[in-house]
């Protein structure tokens, strides 16, 4: 690899202007605003690297594809990413021009350039770097970069099922997110899933004088213990049959996690707080992070909630609940559990409405593809990665590892520090060519596989 | 009695064209306008009927005091109401001018008819056509008429105080709020008080993404335990000793709460519930109204409130409860003793603020002054009237009964369908005639009273 680095290392000035011409093309999914025209010059960009491409129209945004068959005895990797970026509002903040990316302190400024254009781009400079110094990439590659990330991912999983056959690969290889805040590189193996519900409880048609109290039901009241039925003293979720799709842990699943930095003392400090949750198995930080599903209360609001007072009984109270999943545990399993809940303890009356479903993801640790994943960081960065079974945030993740099948590792480039959506969007331009250095390093591990 | 009640029934126009003077002087309080005004127009009315007036600055708007001191060793009664009144607006929603009063379908429309200015007229005519047809009052009577009822009587217990010769007294008359539904005339004998606190708990100092809330503390579940240790399932107030001071009933108040007409079907009907509130002692719709104490969540809110969903940990929530308290719950106290078990719970970190305290009242039904009013009614309404121990709301009656001392009894003239502080308010012109009949007839009844 020592003589592809180099090669790469020697291409750095033209592996930037690429970038920046990329960068520049605006591509705003949330409001239709250059997003054609960047799917037509992200194809036209894989082909000139070597990739042959094409464009799949969707719903909204187009898909843009690309492959690279050469055996079909070899595995084939399929690289997920998105060319969309999130809108530069506000203006002001921004210290340089956001579609005119400019390196200031090691950094590329300018809105896409880690979420997610810069990460997608070191794939396709990988790939380049290696074919022209190999001759020929001996494995097949597939690449699917979607233009609506940034605006819920709508079409992704209808595509995929739709494309199972133009899909079908061996692993999937997410480059999105960030490194971990001490700069170490690090894969993440999983994302939970989600059920969020959104429960209202109803009492007289109108609200009504609070003198009334004694005589006229008061519907926060009884949300009161709606709620105290779903989690108990121990903070365990009471819906029953809660837990019982949560996958068994591996040990060393659990022994990554325990080789996670953690300086619990500065996360309390930052947040204001002077104790962590206490779940299951203690308040490990990282562990509850990853492994422990949750009930999370998002808001409730019912009655007077001006300022001073009013002697009301309210009419009505709401409350939204996000209940963050780990594999195997199913949203829609869970929904209706949650609803057999609700009737077992009295509240079949209960409105509840359904705002979204995320199935959980987890690529066992042990899968082949997480250990070349990361001897290829390893070669790139100068030292072994973090390995994340998963995070606690939610993702599509699934309609690879569920709908397609195969495991997905996510394999950040970026910075922590990256401002994504934010005003000064960065990304490190080492960690963009240790990322391309990555993608190079992943086809040659891949290669090299035993089969 | 026969014969005062004929020279009222002659006087019925007089009565009213003086009535409309007093009505055509605005007094909004809240804005200032006329207040002072109309006390100098009042104390002239009394004046004209044989009262001796005066007007006693505070530090907002004027009480105007009347006596008649006539036999220092017969009773004292002290007649209660209050002549400023609630703006007019909207008046696009009158169908005559508020302030100019005129009369449709038996009742005199305008602001203030009912609330409160038709009532204390209809005690000062009373005494007038006592004075008129008797040549003398044998008893004593005091008049206290407040201008600053409409903005919550700021003044009303400051004034009390600093006149306790003056106000001496041995009953207090109250002629505001209505008859009773049915159209049948009653007296009230008390008021709920009151202790408003407000609750707030705090989690990080900012809300926190949710992918958090396996490890950061959620504010709302907190609330949620805490809220449930206030209320047990069997509907009581779980605060030590929050019952320890009620006072025990008086078989003839709960008699005369079984004679109140109930119609419970209709009651939920209007308001769209299915089933009544379950106390200590039943559902019974008057007993509870009347003799329960609450604990009354009026609004409840934290988090995300909006329309769909957003995933955080919230980082406060607040509740507003209103406890309403009977007597001899002291506000103070049972505020100390809510205090006590929020520390008693873990809960002493909590934010609390205060928003107001109402001492309750309750006149023993026993109270030989009741049976004077209620026989006085009879005679003036030709029907007996309900006797309400006490209601649902909470007032200023305790100035009466626990700063002066004195039994206070509520009699009141104007209909239910009074639209107080609302467009059209209006006083039914038979309600009115009985309340000068009924002022009279307390005279007389309370001047042949054992001694």
């Not at 940034?150 to 079409?155: H, M, V």
């Not at 061996?170 to 997110?177: G, K, T, V």
């Not at 509240?347 to 479903?357: I, L, Q, S, T």
């Amino acid at each position: 690899m020592e003589k592809i680095f180099q090669y790469i290392d020697q291409h750095k000035k033209e592996y930037l202007d690429e970038l920046f011409t990329f960068l520049r093309q605006k591509s705003i999914s949330t409001r239709d605003e250059g997003v054609s025209e960047c799917a037509e010059l992200l194809a036209e960009i894989m082909k000139k690297s070597g990739i042959e491409s094409k464009i799949y129209a969707t719903d909204r945004h187009p898909v843009v594809y690309g492959e690279s068959i050469n055996d079909e005895n070899a595995p084939t990797i399929l690289v997920y990413g998105h060319y969309d970026v999130q809108p530069p509002e506000p203006f002001e903040l921004w210290e340089s021009d956001p579609f005119q990316p400019e390196i200031r302190d090691g950094k590329i400024f300018g809105r896409g350039t880690s979420d997610n254009k810069s990460q997608l781009f070191a794939h396709i400079k990988g790939f380049e770097a290696y074919l022209r110094t190999q001759g020929k990439v001996p494995i097949n590659m597939k690449y699917i970069f979607e233009g609506e990330e940034e605006i819920g991912s709508p079409n992704l999983e209808v595509f995929a099922d739709g494309h199972k056959d133009l899909l079908k690969s061996d692993a999937a290889i997410f480059s999105d997110s960030h490194v971990h805040e001490s700069g170490k590189p690090m894969t993440i193996l999983g994302l939970k899933g989600m059920t969020y519900v959104e429960i209202t409880l109803y009492g007289a048609n109108r609200d009504v004088h609070s003198m009334k109290a004694p005589t006229v039901p008061n519907p926060v009241w009884r949300m009161i213990e709606l709620l105290s039925t779903l989690k108990g003293e121990d903070g365990l979720v009471k819906i029953d049959g809660f837990y019982d799709d949560v996958r068994p842990l591996l040990d060393l699943e659990i022994e990554a996690v325990k080789k996670i930095p953690l300086d619990k003392e500065a996360i309390m400090k930052d947040l204001g707080i002077t104790k962590l949750v206490q779940n299951r198995t203690g308040d490990h930080y990282y562990y509850n992070l990853i492994f422990e599903p949750t009930c999370n209360i998002a808001g409730i609001f019912g009655g007077f909630t001006g300022e001073g007072s009013k002697t009301i009984i309210p009419n009505k109270v709401t409350v939204k609940i996000d209940m963050r999943l780990v594999p195997d545990q199913d949203p829609d399993d869970i929904y209706e559990k949650f609803k057999k809940h609700l009737i077992k303890h009295g509240y079949g009356d209960a409105e509840v409405k359904h705002h979204g479903m995320i199935t959980p993801s987890r690529t066992p640790i042990d899968n082949p593809y997480v250990a070349v994943a990361n001897e290829a960081i390893t070669d790139a960065w100068g030292e072994e990665p973090l390995v994340f079974p998963g995070i606690g945030g939610a993702g599509p993740n699934y309609v690879f590892t569920r709908n397609l099948g195969i495991p997905c590792i996510v394999v950040p480039f970026a910075s922590a520090d990256q401002n994504n959506h934010a005003p000064n969007e960065n990304m490190s331009v080492n960690g963009f060519m240790n990322g391309i250095k990555t993608a190079a390093s992943i086809i040659d591990k891949v290669s090299k596989m035993r089969r």
